[in-house]
T-cell receptor
Framework: AQSVTQLGSHVSVSEGALVLLRCNYS??????LFWYVQYPNQGLQLLLK??????LVKGINGFEAEFKKSETSFHLTKPSAHMSDAAEYFC???????????FGQGTELSVKP | DAGVTQSPTHLIKTRGQQVTLRCSPK?????VSWYQQALGQGPQFIFQ???????QRGNFPDRFSGHQFPNYSSELNVNALLLGDSALYLC?????????????FGPGTRLTVL
């Protein structure tokens, strides 16, 4: 069965610091992996996705993630945090076309001035 | 181009009542999926509709049912509401042939059960 584990329910960084949000997945077959962002009282916005092409995926707002099969990880990074990055971030996995998305529990990112 | 829209935005019901939530997919999308997001949790898949049929279902009881109309819009119905049904209900749409990796989410309907 597929599953996603996000390490750390809350991460706090200073503005300008590196952002690292951790995601590990479990899947019996090559997965599709996603990162979504959710701002308060809003729906989910896709940041980036891995669909078996390049292992380093670049997304919107300066975020990127690297698929590491040996570590079953898909961590999200951003070199320099901005106040507007404060939000809830969700990692998700699916088996591909037509598949349902399975989400992690989420990581709340706080950015201190 | 309008994205995924959902109505109503907020809803308050009492235990035992029934509720209907509505979703209009993004233009050009024919597949609609519904998710339940409890407070402080990640979204959980309820079911998916394509060609007016339920194609996949998550681990939700039969109290949760849905429908898709010929114009691809969809409804989520929940009967005999429980306090635990309080959550944000998210609708996502995608083109069937491109799969879940192209899902767009709506803003959600916040359901409160008292």
């Amino acid at each position: 069965a597929q599953s996603v584990t996000q390490l750390g329910s809350h991460v706090s960084v200073s503005e300008g610091a590196l952002v690292l949000l951790r995601c590990n997945y479990s899947s019996s077959v090559p997965p599709y992996l996603f990162w979504y962002v959710q701002y308060p009282n809003q729906g989910l916005q896709l940041l980036l996705k891995y669909t078996s092409a390049a292992t380093l995926v670049k997304g919107i707002n300066g975020f990127e993630a690297e698929f590491k099969k040996s570590e079953t990880s898909f961590h999200l990074t951003k070199p320099s945090a901005h106040m507007s990055d404060a939000a809830e971030y969700f990692c998700a996995v699916t088996l591909g076309q037509g598949g349902k998305l399975i989400f992690g529990q989420g990581t709340e990112l706080s950015v201190k001035p | 181009d309008a994205g995924v829209t959902q109505s109503p935005t907020h809803l308050i019901k009492t235990r035992g009542q029934q509720v209907t939530l509505r979703c209009s997919p993004k233009s050009g999308h024919d597949t609609v999926s519904w998710y339940q997001q409890a407070l402080g949790q990640g979204p959980q898949f309820i079911f998916q509709y394509y060609e007016e049929e339920e194609r996949q279902r998550g681990n939700f009881p039969d109290r949760f049912s849905g429908h898709q109309f010929p114009n691809y819009s969809s409804e989520l119905n929940v009967n005999a509401l429980l306090l635990g049904d309080s959550a944000l209900y998210l609708c996502a749409s995608s083109p069937w042939e491109l799969g879940a990796d192209t899902q767009y989410f709506g803003p959600g309907t916040r359901l409160t059960v008292l």
